[in-house]
C-alpha cells in the first residue's frame, strides 16, 4: 500500500505497511480501486455533458459517496468498499454504451475484469511517476475529496448544484490526463479551490434554510441520567432523523468532536433530550466512547478503529463504515431507521460523566454580523488587535499541543476564530472576552470556515480594504484530512496569502509544488510558539 493523503502518513513521507489510521493494505488496495474507478465513470460522464447530454443526479451523488468512503478514517469495510466499485462498474457500463469511446482513458473503459487486488497495484498514488505531476494530481483529488463530503451533506438536505458536480467529475477526469502540464494542473488546483467555496456555500445554505441561523449557545459538557446515544461526524440530516426518533423513549442524545456545533442550530435546540456534548475531538474515541456506555453513531469520519469493549456499541451510516459494525442503511431522501440503536441504548447505563460546565459557540457568520457594529468599534478602538483563524482539524500527535499553547499565549487583545474540530485544543480555555466577544468564537464544523470566509469578506467591506489580506485576520490553521485540503484551496482561491499551516506540510506537496505554494501565496509551516507569535502579530 502506499497512503499520504493525511497529516499523520508515517514518517511524514507514507504509510507503506499499514495505514497510522488503522488502515490496512486490502483496504488501501480497494480505496485505490475505488478513485480509479470513480474517476473513470467520472471521465464518460464528462465526455457526455460535452455530447450535451444530461447527467442524473444519481450519478453524481455516486461519486461523491465513493469519494467521502475514501476520505481518512471514515470507511474501514473492505466489503462495502467492493460493493461501491460494483456499482461504479455497473453504471459507468450504462453510460460507456451512450458514449464515443474512442478519445476515452483506460481507466473509462476498465470493465472489472481479473484480479481487484493485482489491477490496485497498478493504478493508486505511484502509478504516477513524475513527482510534481503526481503531487498535483493528489492535491486535487484529495481537495475533490473534501469538496465530495460537503456535496454529500448538502445532498442529504435535497440541495444540488450540477456546476458543482460537473466540475468534480472534469477536474478528477483531468487527473487521468497525461497531456496536462504543471502549469495546466496548478490552474485546476486553484479552480478546486473555486468550486470550493461554491460547495461550501451550498452546504451553508442547505444548513441554515433547514435549521435555522447558528445564534450564540452554551452547550452544556454534563451528563443526565438516562441512558444516551452519542452522534459523531458531520451529518446533520443523520442528527435531525435520530432526535425525531428517540422523542418519548427516555434515551438522550448527546454530540461528540464535530457534531457539537448542532447545538447551535435553533432547529434542534427544540429536543428536550438533546442534551450536550460529550467528550473531546475524534482521536480521544477510545477512552470517551468506552465511557459513554450507550451505542454510538458515526456519520461521517473520522472513526479510531473501536476497541472490543464498545465494538458491538458502534453504528455506521453513510460514507462510514467499519467491519463487523451495524451499518444503518438509507440513501438521500430516504428515512433512516435508527430503532436498533434507541433499542440498544435502553439496554445501557447512562453515560459516565467527563466533564462539567459549559461552553460557548455559534458565531457563524449570521450571528457574527449581528454583532458587526461592536466588532468594528472594538477593532477602530484598538479593543481588538487581530483575529487568528484556528480553524481545521485536531489529531493525535503531541507536536499539536503547539495549538494550545499558542492559544494561551495570544495576547488579550486578539480574538480566535474557528471552526472545525481544531477548536478542541483550546475552546475549554478561560480566555475570557474583550468587551463581552468571547476570545474564542466557534463558527461551527470545518465546513463552517465558509463563514469565517464570508465575516472577512464583510470585514473587508465596511472597512473598505482593496486586499483581503490588509485586514487584521492571521491564519494559524491545523490541518489533518482532506477536508481541510478543500478549506486551503477554498481560502487560496478567495486571494487569503500567507496562510500557516501545520503540524505538518503535507506529505504530498513535492518539493516544487510547495514552492509554487510559497512564492505564488505565502503560505508557510509553523516554528515555536514564539517566534510565529512574533511574525503573525508583528
Ligand atoms: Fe475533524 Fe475528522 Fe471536520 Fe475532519 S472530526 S479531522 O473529519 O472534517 O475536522
Ligand atoms: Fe496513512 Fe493517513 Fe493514509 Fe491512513 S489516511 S493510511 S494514516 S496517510
Redesign the pocket.
Known amino acids: 500500500?502506499f497512503?499520504?493523503?493525511?497529516?499523520?502518513?508515517?514518517g511524514c513521507t507514507?504509510?507503506t505497511r499499514?495505514?497510522?489510521?488503522?488502515?490496512t493494505p486490502d483496504v488501501?488496495a480497494m480505496q485505490d480501486l475505488l478513485v480509479y474507478v470513480t474517476k473513470g465513470l467520472s471521465a464518460v460522464t464528462t465526455a457526455l455533458r460535452k455530447a450535451g447530454q444530461e447527467i442524473d443526479p444519481s450519478v453524481n451523488h455516486l461519486i461523491t459517496l465513493n469519494l467521502f468512503t475514501t476520505?481518512?478514517?471514515a470507511n474501514f469495510d473492505k466489503a462495502a468498499i467492493e460493493d461501491r466499485i460494483r456499482a461504479t462498474l455497473a453504471e459507468k457500463e450504462r453510460l460507456l454504451s451512450l458514449a464515443d469511446r474512442t478519445s476515452l482513458p483506460a481507466a473509462a473503459l476498465w470493465d472489472g475484469a481479473g484480479d481487484w487486488a493485482e489491477k490496485a497495484k497498478t493504478v493508486g498514488v505511484l502509478s504516477t511517476k513524475n513527482e510534481d505531476i503526481r503531487s498535483l494530481r493528489e492535491l486535487i483529488t484529495y481537495g475533490l475529496k473534501g469538496l465530495s463530503a460537503y456535496s454529500k451533506h448538502a445532498n442529504a438536505l435535497l440541495r444540488d448544484d450540477g456546476q458543482v458536480d460537473a466540475f468534480l467529475q472534469r477536474a478528477l477526469a483531468a487527473t487521468l490526463d497525461d497531456s496536462l502540464t504543471v502549469e495546466d494542473l496548478v490552474a485546476l488546483t486553484l479552480e478546486t479551490g473555486k468550486y470550493g467555496v461554491r460547495g461550501m456555500a451550498l452546504l451553508d445554505q442547505a444548513n441554515t434554510e433547514t435549521y435555522g441561523n447558528p445564534r450564540i449557545t452554551r452547550v452544556k459538557l454534563g451528563v443526565g441520567k438516562n441512558p444516551g446515544i452519542l452522534v459523531s461526524g458531520h451529518d446533520l440530516r443523520d442528527l435531525e432523523q435520530l432526535l425525531e426518533q428517540t422523542q418519548g423513549t427516555g434515551v438522550d442524545v448527546y454530540t461528540h468532536s464535530e457534531m457539537l456545533p448542532a447545538h447551535y442550530y435553533p432547529a434542534f435546540q427544540k429536543y428536550p433530550n438533546f442534551v450536550g456534548n460529550y467528550g473531546n475531538a475524534w482521536w480521544k474515541q477510545k477512552e470517551e466512547f468506552e465511557a459513554f456506555n450507550g451505542p454510538i453513531l458515526m456519520t461521517t469520519n473520522c472513526i479510531v478503529p473501536p476497541k472490543d469493549s464498545y465494538k458491538d456499541r458502534l453504528y455506521t451510516t453513510g460514507a462510514a463504515g467499519y467491519p463487523g459494525c451495524k451499518h444503518i442503511p438509507g440513501e438521500i431522501g430516504q428515512q433512516k431507521d435508527f430503532s436498533a440503536l434507541i433499542a440498544h441504548a435502553k439496554k445501557c447505563p447512562p453515560p459516565q460523566a467527563l466533564e462539567t460546565g459549559e461552553i460557548v459557540g455559534g458565531f457563524a457568520h449570521a450571528q457574527v454580523l449581528a454583532l458587526a457594529d461592536r466588532i468594528v468599534e472594538a477593532v477602530k478602538s484598538g479593543a481588538i488587535r487581530k483575529f487568528v483563524v484556528m480553524a481545521g482539524c485536531d489529531g493525535r500527535a503531541k507536536s499539536r499541543d503547539y495549538y494550545t499553547e499558542f492559544a494561551k499565549a495570544l495576547p488579550g487583545d486578539t480574538v480566535i476564530l474557528t471552526a472545525g474540530c481544531a477548536k478542541y485544543k483550546y475552546n475549554k480555555l478561560p480566555l475570557g472576552d474583550i468587551g463581552g466577544i468571547p476570545r474564542v468564537l466557534d463558527a461551527g464544523q470545518c465546513n463552517d470556515s465558509y463563514s469565517l470566509a464570508v465575516i472577512a469578506l464583510k470585514l473587508q467591506e465596511v472597512f473598505g480594504l482593496a486586499d483581503i489580506n490588509d485586514l487584521p485576520i492571521v491564519y494559524n490553521i491545523a490541518w489533518y484530512?482532506q477536508k481541510a485540503v478543500i478549506v486551503l484551496l477554498a481560502l487560496l482561491s478567495l486571494g487569503v496569502k500567507h496562510i500557516h499551516l501545520g503540524p505538518t506540510l503535507p506529505?504530498f506537496l513535492s518539493p516544487n509544488v510547495a514552492k509554487v505554494l510559497v512564492e505564488q501565496f505565502g503560505i508557510g509551516g509553523i516554528t515555536t510558539v514564539e517566534e510565529d507569535l512574533a511574525r503573525m502579530l508583528g
Not at 18 to 23: H, P, R, S
Open positions: 500500500m497512503c499520504y493523503q493525511c497529516q499523520e502518513t508515517a507514507g504509510c499499514v495505514g497510522v489510521c488503522g488502515k488501501a476520505i481518512t478514517n484530512e506529505a
